[in-house]
């Protein structure tokens, strides 16, 4: 196992490169789809945890919810100023520690977090961080990389060569990560899986040609219908038992249980 960890300096020296904010892949909207098709976020008070450029804070923001972005990286903080500013979305942006949250508990109606609980060597401490701060009957949401995906095995490799640009990070079943989010006193209800679009074999290529100064769409569409076919299998095998075990990414919904 790798003895390097995922470190503040590692993040600043990420979210410092100079690229365009638009230039940086997002997650697809998949957090702020996924919640909507599970709660109204009007009025709602909501934490996301290791935001990073806090896009999907914005729109959860935009949805009418009162947002909180945390992140201890000063760096990523000022791209999710960027973000917020250029959607008109109102952001309270913290900076803080994931392990040692600066609120009360049970303050938060729901507190998600999507590619931060893998860099974590002991990860049922940030849970349990997490459902602290959040109110009986709330929601945790966690986004996180699939063991059994391509993408896993890719960073496995860079990881054992020291080459992995966050350190040292690990991967989740959705039966493993169920338990853990039972360890930390929350039950899980929901979960989903998704995969990369565009695919993983083009943002690595988009990678390697944007190094040579070559900038590529960053999602392009050759043949609309074959686009559009692709795009609706996707979606029919996201949503099913396969999607969960074979994307490369899984979240579970779980709720804090309330007492008596």
């Given amino acids: 196992m790798s003895s390097r960890t995922s470190e503040r300096s590692h993040w600043d020296d990420f979210w410092r490169r100079d690229r365009d904010l638009d230039e ?51 760096e990523a903080l000022r791209l999710a100023r960027e973000a917020a500013d250029r959607s008109g979305a109102e952001l309270m942006l913290v900076c803080g520690d994931a392990l040692a949250l600066p609120f009360r508990d049970g303050v938060f109606d729901l507190v998600f977090h999507q590619g931060v609980l893998e860099h974590f060597r002991e990860p049922i401490l940030l849970l349990r961080e997490n459902s602290r701060v959040t109110r ?7 986004d996180v990389p699939q063991t059994f995906h391509v993408y896993t095995a890719m960073k496995k490799v860079l990881i054992a060569l020291n080459a992995w640009f ?95």
């Fill in 24 to 74: 940086i892949y997002d997650n697809d909207g998949r957090i702020p789809l996924e919640v909507g098709r599970r709660m109204d976020v009007s009025g709602l008070l909501i934490m996301e945890v290791g935001a990073a450029t806090a896009r999907d804070s914005a729109t959860l923001s935009l949805q009418g919810a009162r947002v909180v972005a945390l992140d201890y990286s000063h």
């Fill in 166 to 260: 966050a350190g040292w990070e690990t991967q989740f079943t959705a039966g493993s990560l169920r338990r853990l989010l039972k360890d930390a006193g929350l039950e899980p209800r929901a979960a989903y899986g998704r995969f990369f679009s565009p695919s993983l074999a083009y943002r690595v290529f988009r990678e390697i040609m944007m190094k040579l100064g070559i900038c590529l769409p960053l999602r392009p569409v050759l043949v609309p219908p074959v686009h559009d076919l692709r795009r609706r299998i996707r979606e029919k095998v996201e949503s099913s038992p396969v999607g969960r075990m074979t994307g490369c990414v899984i979240g579970i919904f779980a709720e804090k249980q309330r007492r008596g």
């Fill in 136 to 142: 009986p009957g709330g929601t945790v949401l966690v």
